[in-house]
């Protein structure tokens, strides 16, 4: 089955919330993960003081979780500069000051994963000279990931949550993965299958599979509708992890979901403690 097989990892941005950051780690560890994902954890900050990146490496480390999967700075989660990299002006500035930033702290706890969000399209802006901002930094976030021997994630959000990003589509994710690829020449440019997203948009998830399979470099899952834990909504995940075990995915599968109305270490009841260990 599915879940037997795959590798899973816990985004500790949107699972253990309810604790400080410096906190989330020891609960997913004793939670029984070992392995976990984040989004950028300071928003306000694409160059945080060293003490913090210190101090999030030790939490990292001393609760013995293996960070698998980091996000570039992507500005407010939501806001108008989500996904600052292809928002012109200050935003995308910022986006650049953080690309070195975030590799080195990757590479320092030996995460090979960096997710590059794309942007909101931003009103009185020509569309084409934001995809030509958002390639261009594209490009350095590929080869920062290059450097430090990563994979640079494009990720496909849904239309419904995020009206205004361009990247609402499994295809259109594909369009960029390629474009950055071609761009540097360093193949590290790879989809992130976001399950929940995809089925939001209405795509067909079995065909999204046989498609993409082979151009994908992460998975995140969440139940829809409603963004929960799996056996709260209709997909049959369980069936769809096999499909990409099949098809030959052997990466890890992010749990990026809501935890509903308690502590998030009650969020777990669907997957036996022994399959949450998942380190090779």
Partial sequence: MGFSDARFNVNLSILFTELPLLERPAAAAA???????????????P???????DALRT????????????????????????????VPGEASARFRANVDVAADFAQSLGCTALNALYGNRIEGIDPAA???????NLTLAA?????????LLIEALNAAESPHCPIVS??????????????TGLDNARFLM???HLAQNGEDLEEAIDRYTARTGHVQIADSPGRGAPG???LPLDDLLQRLRTRGYTGWTGLEYQPGNGPSAGAFAWLPRPLRTATP
Wanted: negative net charge; without cysteine; glycine residues 10%.
């Fill in 47 to 53: 160059v945080p003081a060293r003490r913090d990146l």
């Fill in 143 to 151: 080869r920062a990931a290059h450097r430090i021997g990563a994979t």
């Fill in 59 to 86: 939490a990292l480390q001393d609760a013995g979780t293996r960070l698998v999967g980091l996000n570039f700075y992507a500005g407010q989660l939501p806001g108008p500069d989500r996904g600052a990299l292809s």
């Fill in 130 to 136: 934001q995809d030509a901002l958002a390639l261009e």
């Fill in 232 to 234: 709260t909504g209709t």
């Fill in 170 to 183: 499994a295809p259109k994710a594909i369009e960029v993965v390629d474009a950055v690829n071609a761009a």
């Fill in 194 to 196: 976001d399950l929940y």
């Fill in 31 to 45: 939670a029984g993960f070992d392995a976990v994902e984040l989004w950028w954890p300071w928003p306000d900050a």
